[in-house]
């Protein structure tokens, strides 16, 4: 077979390619390893199904009441009629319940102060709806039944009314009171000088209103009804502002600074939407995220953090005709309505100029909403925000499991949202504050806080893991209960109770249980240890129980169940093993021991400290072994090729020199030249023309048996086979016969005697006289070829008979 330069290049980009990348196939969700949560590193759990509705957010009730005075201009009523419209349809609660009303002034029969155009309804799928249709009445004022005035006080009367009177619907949920909130937004001031009903001329009209102000506001605080004014342009009564929040409802959705009501200004109506937002985002202990805007068709983002479980996606479109489109964070259309991959979705508005999607366990992410528009409904631009709200299940770890009277215990938490992801990063529970209720029989409840702080007995700063301690009061007799409270804007906790119990005497069993921290695939394994005394005469069997498990993580122990030996202390080994749908992330859960012999009594807990990652794939686990076979390969094929282009140069008769001669003179020559010996082959004839002397005459191709053949092996060995003749070895100086003549091959490389590899030779020979022997030379002129031996030849010169004196430059031995 015979090799060339390609073959060593292909052989080269067939290495380079094994060495070039994976071959096993990626995910597609852009984020990392889409399996159970589709998100990026640290990839998020899904569960199965969505969160129960009574699972989501707190609700609020709340009326949006907007100024439709005279002084308002229609371009600022639309916005403030926008600007309600983003509110009703962004409420993330379904429980919740919400109503519009406008208000300008009475100042004539047939007249009144306030227009309810949203009776107080439920903000579920049907009532977003209905809510979508009623608020645009908004936009339609009518001088016949309210006038161009600003009465506060029937506007303050009339929302607290709807919120707390006799045809408002029952306003606790799950023993709890559901905060009631008016958001009230206007332009001016109060302005009652022309109402007959406050008095009989201006200057009165305009006290009696203020007077009339305090008396509603105090009404409001009496019913537990927060006022949130917020006003716009340069002709605002900002005391007159701050008096209503301030005279309303003190109390707030959490200890948190910002969600107790407080007035807010901002300069002009395009401002009102993003503000009236943001004051509502405070008002429930909800976040709010602002995302991209743009001019239809395009694509608008905007993000979810890991930490929210309810949220909604608005989009001020503010003309219908746009059309809108939801995808994930993992590129993925989501329904308008119905459940997809763990989440729940819930579209409203969208006939309206006013659009919203609402979210249960959304994906974390960045969202994308595009947009499009028939012609001529493209001119204003759209914008995108998300409110949310994180409800974070509390996990908790008693120590002692069963205290005692008077005894110190430690408690531990750890959170984690409904869709299963285990929050690790402190950076989004930024300003939570951590607290504890424990209650029971024989004492009054306490109070204390946990913190992550890494000081005793926090283990270390920042992981997400609040700790404290208490004391156990003395009076304690029987069960305990123990609740935990988070408080930070945008999060709240499900207060889910830990029930124990008080020990009466020093237990005879005590339990230590430790897990091991690691990294592990779906399927893996995670080794614990479990250290028991038993005072006891008689032995205990304990079980190991697993709680507050990532949902899909189908964790199993192994032993289920162990015995405790009297009177000895044990160590027993377990193993945790997930199961194969395990989502990736931090794994949620902990390990309990239980005493089934002293009433499934808790010994002892301790949270999971394990994070699943994606297995590795094929690439990843055999990618030092590509590599080092492909580097082999490499080498191999270098060195491969190496050889064959060395075994190529000793074949090449580049540079020989064919001397033809007769009676040992030197009658012709011919030097090969590059390329005009392929495969160490050189062919040629004699010609001999009728009365002139013989000369040499390359044959292309290869030539034929009609031609002579000189060759070159491997080895460096010379062979000639004369025309129609057996092939016979040939020394470099020494003549050969060739017919009636004589051939002598001299110059280029020949393997040495004894088999050894042959110096390569690369200087031509040089020829100098002329004479009939030579190609375009006179008469009697030599070769021009180097010292050889043979019959009429003179080494010592060079000369032959009748021949001029010829020298060449070789190396002698060949």
């Excluded at 009730?61 to 009703?88: C, G, H, N, P, Y």
């Excluded at 309210?146 to 619907?169: H, I, K």
């Excluded at 995302?291 to 239809?296: A, L, S």
């Excluded at 909604?312 to 005709?321: F, I, Q």
């Amino acid at each position: 077979m015979q090799w060339t330069n390609k073959g060593g290049v292909l052989l080269l980009a067939g290495a380079l390619l094994a060495l070039s990348g994976p071959l096993a196939a990626t995910t597609a969700s852009g984020a990392p390893g889409a399996r159970g949560a589709l998100g990026g590193p640290g990839a998020q759990a899904v569960p199965r199904t969505a969160a129960d509705p009574a699972d989501g957010p707190d609700p609020i009730d709340f009326a949006v009441v907007v100024d439709q005075s005279a002084s308002l201009a229609d371009k600022d009523l639309a916005r403030e009629t926008e600007a309600a419209a983003l509110i009703v349809q962004g409420e993330i609660s379904e429980r919740s319940r919400a109503a519009v009303i406008g208000f300008g002034s009475s100042e004539k029969p047939g007249q009144s102060p306030v227009r309810e155009v949203c009776p107080l309804s439920a903000v579920d799928a049907a009532g977003r709806e209905r809510l979508s249709d009623c608020v645009q009445e908004l936009k339609r004022r009518d001088p016949a039944r309210t006038g161009p005035g600003t009465d506060f006080p029937a506007a303050v009367r009339q929302a607290v009314t709807r919120l707390t009177g006799a045809g408002a619907p029952s306003g606790t949920q799950a023993g709890k009171t559901t905060p009631k909130v008016v958001f009230l937004l206007t332009d001016g001031r109060l302005d009652v000088a022309d109402s007959p009903e406050y008095g009989t001329d201006p200057e009165s009209r305009q006290s009696n209103g203020a007077r009339r102000l305090t008396e509603e506001l105090a009404r409001a605080r009496a019913a537990g009804v927060q006022i949130w004014p917020l006003g716009f342009g340069g002709e605002i009564d900002r005391s007159a502002l701050t008096a209503m929040a301030d005279g309303g409802f003190r109390g707030a959705c959490s200890e948190i600074p910002g969600s107790a009501p407080r007035m807010r200004v901002v300069g002009t109506s395009a401002e009102i939407d993003k503000a009236l937002q943001e004051t509502f985002a405070a008002a429930r202990c909800a976040r709010i995220s602002h995302g991209t805007v743009g001019k239809p068709p395009a694509d608008l983002t905007v993000t979810i953090p890991p930490i929210a479980t309810d949220g909604s996606l608005t989009v001020a479109k503010h003309d219908p005709k746009v059309q809108v489109t939801y995808y994930d964070p993992a590129g993925r259309k989501v329904p308008v309505r119905g459940e997809f991959d763990g989440s729940a979705f819930e579209v409203s508005g969208q006939n309206g100029p006013v659009e919203a999607l609402r979210v249960k366990n959304p994906l974390p992410g960045r969202w994308r909403v595009h947009i499009e528009a028939p012609e001529g409904h493209r001119d204003r631009e759209v914008a995108v925000r998300a409110i949310w709200q994180g409800r974070l299940r509390s996990t908790v770890v008693l120590d002692p499991a069963s205290p005692r009277a008077g005894e110190r215990v430690k408690v531990e938490v750890r959170m984690q949202t409904r869709r299963g992801v285990v929050v690790t990063d402190p950076r989004q529970l930024a300003g939570l504050a951590v607290a504890a209720d424990l209650s029971g029989a024989g004492f009054e409840p306490v109070s204390f806080r946990l913190a992550d702080d890494g000081r005793a007995p926090d283990a270390r700063a920042g992981d997400v893991r609040f700790t404290g301690t208490l004391t156990v009061p003395a009076g304690a007799t029987g069960a305990l209960e123990l609740v935990t409270r988070m408080e930070a804007p945008g999060i709240t906790s499900d207060r889910r109770p830990l029930h124990a119990v008080v020990a009466a005497t020093a237990p005879l069993v005590t339990a230590g249980i430790a897990v091991e921290g690691a990294t592990v695939h779906p399927g893996g394994t995670v080794h614990g240890t479990l250290d028991v005394t038993n005072n006891d005469a008689a032995p205990h069997t304990l079980r190991l129980a697993l709680g507050d498990q990532t949902p899909g993580a189908e964790l199993a122990v192994t032993p289920a169940t162990v015995t405790a030996p009297p009177n000895r202390s044990t160590r027993i080994p377990f193993t945790v093993t997930l199961g194969e749908d395990t989502p990736f992330g931090e794994l949620g859960g902990q390990v309990s021991v239980v005493d089934t012999g002293d009433g499934d009594r808790v010994l002892r807990g301790a949270f999971l400290n394990v994070r699943v990652v994606a297995p590795p794939t094929w690439w990843e686990r055999w990618w030092k072994a590509v590599a080092g076979g492909a580097a082999l390969v490499l080498v191999a094929g270098t060195v491969v090729g190496i050889r064959l282009a060395a075994r190529r140069r000793r074949r090449d008769l580049t540079g020989v020199t064919l001397e033809l001669c007769q009676d040992g003179r030197p009658i012709d020559s011919l030097t090969v030249r590059r390329g005009q010996s392929p495969g160490g082959v050189f062919a040629f004839a004699v010609d001999e023309p009728y009365g002139a002397p013989p000369t040499l005459r390359r044959i292309p191709g290869g030539g034929s048996s009609a031609t002579h053949v000189l060759r070159r092996t491997g080895g460096g060995e010379l062979l000639l086979r004369p025309r129609g003749g057996a092939q016979v070895p040939v020394r470099a100086g020494e003549p050969t016969g060739i017919g009636d003549h004589e051939l002598v091959v001299r110059g280029g490389r020949q393997a040495p005697a004894g088999g050894a590899r042959a110096t390569p030779w690369s200087r031509r020979p040089r020829r100098t006289g002329t004479g009939p022997g030579t190609r375009g030379g006179g008469a009697g002129s030599g070769s021009g070829s180097g010292s050889r031996s043979g019959s009429g030849f003179d080494p010592a010169t060079g000369a032959g008979p009748g021949t001029s004196t010829g020298a060449t430059d070789y190396d002698g031995n060949f």
